[in-house]
């Protein structure tokens, strides 16, 4: 219901001489003409639309100071996560992220050493827990036992992290004429088209998509039923929380995805790209399941894959002036996978220093 000022503003506006002049005059569009019924009442409808935007006793008690707590937006005390790649990389940081505020997190990887490295040595130092998993995102029965193993300790996931990936074959070519011994001349187009074709194989760009494009797709699938058990809904049965969390996917995809710069790896670009198109797929055919799908396409990160130095920071004009951290990767983990976040659908967060800004 309006308030009674609104009300009574409604009733002098409609009875206003300059209200009615507009009308008779056609310099005030009536509202009725893009209402569906054109004889509904102007009082109701202005009156309802005050009564719209009226806040009531009890939406004052939605902005109480829990409505804010960063725990209650950002807080992950109670996930189980599931992370590809997870031991090493871009994968550690974000179970790091996780485990050190109290999520149990899954990391797996084809490497055994890498996760079981990784889950000895920073369980003691978290609040969480962190378990090992060995799994092959390339082969489907590899993700099945990697399921059942998960559904061992848990029958249900709240989170995939889509990490794993390669950075595939190096096209090394060069705009500048005094390049390299290793690079091919980008302005020659002779040993341009030479040096590719000898350089690169089909072989090598079906690997590169079958981890970072289709393994994500397969992993996702996989464990879906899981993912789906995670949503936590205080109205059905698979609450287990009550916090009104949904299960959630996220893709690490990049930068590269976005430039239309090679950056002597086209394959590695072009199945980033295909991922980001992926994610917006998958969150449009899932999201009946109330399973939400997201992806992180950060800039560059110092990890063993990327082997990136600040003195690469001046030669990509980077805004932020710097390369990414640790950090950046775990603010936008925690932001797509907490309250904050759970609003965000099929979308891509950029975490590149400003790069797409000068690397278009």
Same mark, same amino acid.
């Given at each position: 219901?309006?308030? +009674?000022?609104?009300?009574?503003?409604?009733?002098?506006?409609?009875?206003?001489?300059?209200?009615?002049?507009?009308? $008779?005059?056609?310099?005030?569009?009536?509202?009725?003409?893009?209402?569906?019924?054109?004889?509904?009442?102007?009082?109701?409808?202005?009156?309802?639309?005050?009564?719209?935007?009226?806040?009531?006793?009890?939406q004052?008690?939605?902005?109480?100071?829990?409505?804010?707590?960063?725990?209650?937006?950002? &807080?992950?005390?109670?996930?189980?996560?599931?992370?590809?790649?997870?031991?090493?990389?871009?994968?550690?940081?974000?179970?790091?992220?996780?485990?050190?505020?109290?999520?149990?997190?899954f990391?797996?990887?084809?490497?055994?050493?890498?996760?079981?490295? $990784?889950?000895?040595?920073?369980?003691?130092?978290?609040? &969480?827990?962190i378990?090992?998993?060995?799994?092959?995102?390339?082969?489907?029965?590899?993700?099945?036992?990697?399921?059942?193993?998960?559904?061992?300790?848990?029958?249900?996931?709240?989170?995939?992290?889509?990490? /794993?990936?390669?950075?595939?074959?190096?096209?090394?070519?060069?705009?500048?004429?005094d390049?390299?011994?290793?690079?091919?001349? /980008?302005?020659?187009?002779?040993?341009?088209?030479?040096?590719?074709?000898?350089?690169?194989?089909?072989?090598?760009?079906?690997?590169?998509f079958?981890?970072?494009?289709?393994?994500?797709?397969?992993?996702?699938?996989?464990?879906? +039923?899981?993912?789906?058990?995670?949503k936590?809904?205080?109205?059905?049965?698979?609450?287990?929380?009550?916090?009104?969390?949904?299960?959630?996917?996220?893709?690490?995809?990049?930068?590269? /995805?976005?430039?239309?710069?090679?950056?002597?790896?086209f394959?590695?670009?072009?199945?980033?790209a295909?991922?980001?198109?992926?994610t917006?797929?998958? $969150?449009q055919?899932?999201?009946?399941?109330?399973?939400?799908?997201?992806?992180?396409?950060?800039?560059?990160v110092?990890?063993?894959?990327?082997?990136?130095?600040?003195?690469?920071?001046?030669?990509?004009?980077?805004p932020?002036? +710097?390369?990414?951290d640790? +950090?950046?990767?775990?603010?936008?983990?925690?932001?797509?996978?907490g309250? $904050?976040?759970?609003?965000?659908?099929?979308?891509?967060?950029?975490?590149d220093?400003?790069?797409?800004?000068?690397?278009?």
């Amino acid at each position: 219901m309006a308030s +009674r000022t609104g009300q009574r503003f409604v009733r002098t506006l409609i009875n206003s001489t300059s209200y009615r002049t507009g009308l $008779a005059t056609r310099t005030f569009t009536p509202v009725y003409r893009y209402s569906y019924n054109h004889n509904l009442n102007f009082q109701r409808q202005f009156s309802n639309t005050f009564a719209r935007y009226s806040m009531s006793s009890e939406q004052d008690k939605n902005h109480s100071k829990e409505t804010y707590d960063l725990d209650a937006l950002f &807080g992950v005390h109670d996930l189980t996560a599931v992370i590809t790649g997870g031991g090493t990389g871009i994968g550690l940081m974000c179970t790091l992220a996780l485990a050190h505020n109290g999520a149990r997190v899954f990391i797996m990887s084809h490497k055994e050493d890498d996760v079981k490295k $990784a889950a000895d040595e920073w369980n003691p130092k978290v609040k &969480g827990e962190i378990i090992p998993i060995v799994c092959d995102v390339s082969d489907k029965k590899s993700l099945e036992e990697a399921v059942k193993e998960v559904e061992k300790t848990s029958p249900y996931i709240d989170l995939l992290v889509n990490n /794993a990936g390669i950075t595939g074959p190096e096209a090394n070519l060069e705009t500048s004429k005094d390049h390299a011994p290793h690079k091919a001349d /980008a302005n020659n187009v002779e040993e341009m088209q030479k040096h590719l074709w000898e350089k690169e194989e089909p072989k090598g760009w079906h690997m590169t998509f079958q981890i970072n494009t289709i393994g994500v797709y397969f992993t996702t699938v996989a464990f879906l +039923r899981l993912l789906a058990k995670g949503k936590k809904n205080s109205s059905n049965s698979n609450d287990h929380t009550g916090t009104g969390r949904k299960g959630s996917v996220i893709n690490i995809s990049s930068m590269s /995805a976005i430039t239309k710069k090679a950056q002597d790896h086209f394959a590695y670009n072009a199945s980033k790209a295909a991922t980001l198109h992926l994610t917006k797929m998958m $969150a449009q055919e899932f999201s009946g399941l109330g399973i939400r799908i997201n992806t992180i396409a950060p800039g560059v990160v110092p990890t063993e894959m990327s082997e990136a130095t600040e003195d690469e920071v001046e030669e990509m004009k980077l805004p932020a002036g +710097r390369l990414a951290d640790e +950090r950046d990767m775990a603010g936008a983990l925690l932001y797509l996978v907490g309250r $904050a976040g759970e609003y965000i659908n099929g979308q891509a967060i950029v975490v590149d220093g400003g790069f797409l800004l000068t690397n278009p």
